[in-house]
């Protein structure tokens, strides 16, 4: 019996005489960057992170957590809510901090609520008031027919 011939070779594959790739070195020397990119770098990456470790506003926080309790005060407190949200707007002019999004939803919903939950609530306060007089009145038979 005679041996099987070898697969022919494939056209992509290496030569066998090939030498294997030598691996990437880096260069011993840094790269100078001039003076005025040196500074560029430094001050993005200081701005960087500023950004990452900037502090939220205080006031924007208490202004909006004001808004979410006047939903239970029954719009009692959203005045203070907004007012201190549009505070909070003033304070971050100057600063560095976040909570801006936070300061415009309290000035957005405290005004929305001053307006609507008292209107809300003298709507059923108003169907439930004439309720009860409907019920007390048949009660002792004053419209009675």
Same mark, same amino acid.
């Given at each position: 019996?005679?041996? #099987?011939? #070898?697969?022919? /070779?494939? $056209?992509? /594959? $290496? ?5 294997? #790739?030598?691996? *990437? ?6 790269? /100078?960057? $001039? ?12 701005? /960087? +992170? ?8 205080v006031l924007a ?10 939903? @239970?005060? *029954? !719009?009692? +407190? ?5 007012? +201190?949200?549009?505070?909070? =707007?003033?304070? +971050?002019? !100057?600063?560095?901090?976040?909570g801006r999004g ?9 005004w929305t609520f001053?307006?609507?939950? #008292?209107?809300?609530? =003298? ?5 439930? &008031?004439?309720? @009860? &007089?409907?019920? !007390?009145?048949?009660? &002792? !038979?004053? *419209?009675?027919?």
């Amino acid at each position: 019996m005679t041996a #099987p011939e #070898p697969p022919p /070779a494939l $056209p992509y /594959a $290496p030569a066998a005489s090939s030498p294997p #790739p030598t691996p *990437f070195t880096p260069p011993s020397q840094e790269v /100078a960057l $001039p003076g005025s990119r040196i500074a560029e770098v430094a001050r993005t990456s200081t701005d /960087a +992170l500023r950004r990452t470790t900037a502090k939220h506003n205080v006031l924007a926080i208490v202004a909006l957590l004001t808004v979410a309790l006047s939903v @239970l005060t *029954f !719009g009692i +407190l959203a005045p203070v809510g907004a007012i +201190l949200g549009h505070l909070s =707007l003033r304070q +971050l002019k !100057g600063r560095e901090q976040t909570g801006r999004g936070m300061a415009r939803a309290a000035v957005i919903l405290g005004w929305t609520f001053t307006f609507f939950l #008292p209107c809300l609530t =003298l709507l059923f306060g108003m169907g439930t &008031i004439l309720a @009860l &007089i409907k019920a !007390g009145a048949d009660v &002792i !038979g004053l *419209f009675a027919g």
